[in-house]
């Protein structure tokens, strides 16, 4: 089917269609009673700023796709309007006194979005499928981190019956953990916790989550549209148990890469909310429709220490220096987002009155002159000359002003010429998973509430491309004594530790910034809400008034 987006179709039905999001497929004239029906639809009009890599949630490791099912799916937990886990999928849990055991309680009445039943059975299945060697993705840690068992059947050394996963009856799941896990109802909210249905997932094959019909969906929404490109459709789905608290009839999500473009699509009424580019901010910040966001997101230079001349730890920590966070936060980003001089977002969970960054401090410090001091020493090692070096990153406005910034300080306080190569989104995760690439602008959005979330990452054998190729067997032990301590004040030290060790000792990633971001939306919109952790985008609360 050809896919069109955002059509006019002149004065009358312009206004029905971009209130309603503007049918992706788009759509032949109506006759005004039908005109009238539309009107009356509650339709969100939003944009994602890259195309979506992958819906298969086993498979999925990117923040836009983790946006577009987190409204499609639903997990035992879902986050609520405050960030905290509440019962979704599950009516209740009984926790054991060590909090080892957790037994969940599924509603009476869920459904997939084709009638069927959704059971204990549906979670076992998707949770054990994430986990398999087979079939799981990046995020399998996600769950055998946790589940007792799960690290054994994930490295192919035990099977399924080992995985303490048990289904009681339908309606009855008991899971056990490894340790107490203060964060574990927040998890089943995530996306790889999401359930499948075995039948369905099956009978799709190698052709599951391609397009919108080869899913099944139990969340709030389905997809109507799915344009890998283009963006997504989604109306609100019949089949979900709290259907009734769900006020919006649709939502459309189009792919605009261009923060100028879609400035220009919201002030011409055809959306409801846009993030506003630096040069922007002055201009509408006084504005009633004005405001700003914090995310628990890192941006970073990605190191990669399996390509020159990052192998090398003198000219990685002589980048990693060269560039003032400050100056792109100011200047550049103008949007709220905070200079980086450390890994952890400021705010996370850390021990009493303190947040973890409180607790650890900025670890790198911007140096110009000392930057110049670690490239003499690294040239030196590496037979006086640097090779071409390009900067990896993606297409959108953003990513490519953190290069264009970072290329400006390499020159002015390197010396060093640096060229820029930009893929789309999904073609830069690709690059960096191949290994194609020297060094990249990344970022990662905390999974839950906690530093482990981010120190995980740079652990595991064989080591991942996608993270530098690094490995040290001191970082790696930290972060496995931390998941199994139990006291809390110890367990931060050996976190803190880490993050030392990664960024200051063997220089794996250079800090930018902790992202904000400034946005207009209009005043019809209510409890538009987006978390600072996981899934961001969160569509079941929205009200159209």
């Known amino acids: 089917m050809k896919k069109r987006f955002w059509i006019r179709l002149g004065a009358l039905l312009s206004i029905v269609l971009l209130l309603s999001a503007c049918n992706f497929s788009g759509s032949e004239a109506t006759d005004s009673s039908e005109s009238a029906n539309d009107e009356e639809e509650k339709v969100l009009r939003l944009s994602l700023e890259n195309d979506i890599p992958d819906l298969n949630q086993v498979k999925t490791t990117d923040g836009i796709s983790f946006d577009v099912l987190n409204n499609v799916m639903e997990g035992l937990y879902r986050l609520d309007e405050d960030n905290n886990p509440q019962p979704a999928m599950a009516e209740s849990v009984d926790i054991t006194e060590d909090k080892l055991t957790y037994?969940?309680?599924?509603?009476?009445?869920?459904?997939?979005?084709?009638?069927?039943?959704?059971?204990?059975?549906?979670?076992?299945?998707?949770?054990?499928?994430?986990?398999?060697?087979?079939?799981?993705?990046?995020?399998?840690?996600?769950?055998?981190?946790?589940?007792?068992?799960?690290?054994?059947?994930?490295?192919?050394?035990?099977?399924?019956?080992?995985?303490?996963i048990e289904v009681k009856d339908e309606k009855t799941l008991i899971v056990e953990v490894n340790e107490p896990t203060p964060y574990f109802l927040g998890l089943t909210a995530f996306v790889t916790y999401f359930p499948l249905n075995k039948d369905f997932v099956e009978e799709k094959d190698d052709q599951f989550a391609l397009d919108h019909e080869s899913i099944l969906y139990n969340g709030p929404f389905v997809l109507t549209e799915y344009d890998q490109a283009e963006g997504v459709v989604m109306e609100k789905n019949d089949e979900y148990w709290d259907k009734?608290?769900?006020?919006?009839?649709?939502?459309?999500?189009?792919?605009?890469?261009e923060q100028s473009t879609a400035l220009n699509l919201y002030e011409a009424g055809d959306l409801d909310r846009v993030t506003l580019s630096s040069a922007?901010?002055?201009?509408?910040?006084?504005?009633?429709?004005?405001g700003t966001e914090t995310q628990f997101t890192s941006w970073y230079i990605q190191f990669n220490l399996g390509k020159e001349p990052f192998d090398n730890l003198n000219i990685r920590k002589a980048f990693q220096l060269a560039y003032d966070p400050q100056i792109l936060t100011e200047t550049v980003l103008n949007n709220g987002s905070e200079s980086a001089y450390s890994l952890i977002a400021p705010d996370m969970h850390?021990?009493?009155?303190?947040?973890?960054?409180?607790?650890?401090g900025p670890i790198i410090e911007p140096n110009a002159e000392k930057a110049k001091e670690y490239l003499d020493k690294g040239l030196k090692e590496i037979g006086g000359s640097l090779p071409e070096i390009e900067i990896l990153t993606a297409d959108d406005t953003v990513a490519k002003d953190a290069a264009t910034f970072v290329q400006s300080q390499i020159k002015e306080n390197l010396g060093v010429d640096i060229q820029i190569a930009t893929k789309p989104y999904s073609g830069r995760l690709d690059a960096m998973r191949e290994d194609d690439y020297q060094?990249?602008?990344?970022?990662?959005?905390?999974?839950?509430?906690?530093?482990?979330t981010y120190l995980d990452l740079w652990v595991g054998d064989p080591v991942s491309a996608f993270r530098g190729s690094y490995h040290n067997p001191e970082y790696t032990d930290l972060v496995y004594q931390a998941?199994?301590?139990?006291?809390?004040?110890?367990?931060?030290?050996?976190?803190?530790?880490?993050?030392?060790?990664?960024?200051?000792?063997?220089?794996?990633?250079g800090p930018l910034y902790y992202e904000g971001s400034a946005f207009l939306q209009k005043g019809n919109i209510d409890n538009l809400v987006t978390h600072p952790y996981g899934a961001r985008l969160e569509l079941k609360y929205v009200e159209i008034n």
């Open 439 to 452: 060094f990249a602008i990344s970022k990662w959005g905390a999974d839950f509430n906690d530093a482990i």
């Open 280 to 290: 922007d901010v002055n201009a509408y910040k006084d504005s009633e429709e004005f």
């Open 244 to 257: 009734e608290n769900v006020n919006v009839d649709e939502v459309s999500l189009k792919i605009i890469k």
């Open 103 to 164: 037994t969940f309680h599924l509603r009476e009445g869920i459904k997939w979005s084709n009638g069927e039943e959704v059971t204990a059975n549906d979670f076992k299945y998707s949770w054990l499928r994430a986990m398999h060697p087979d079939t799981a993705g990046s995020y399998s840690f996600i769950l055998s981190d946790y589940i007792k068992g799960g690290e054994a059947f994930a490295n192919g050394e035990a099977s399924e019956d080992e995985v303490a």
């Open 350 to 360: 850390g021990l009493e009155n303190q947040s973890f960054r409180e607790l650890n």
């Open 483 to 509: 998941k199994e301590e139990k006291d809390e004040g110890r367990r931060l030290e050996m976190l803190m530790d880490a993050e030392k060790i990664m960024l200051k000792d063997d220089a794996v990633l």
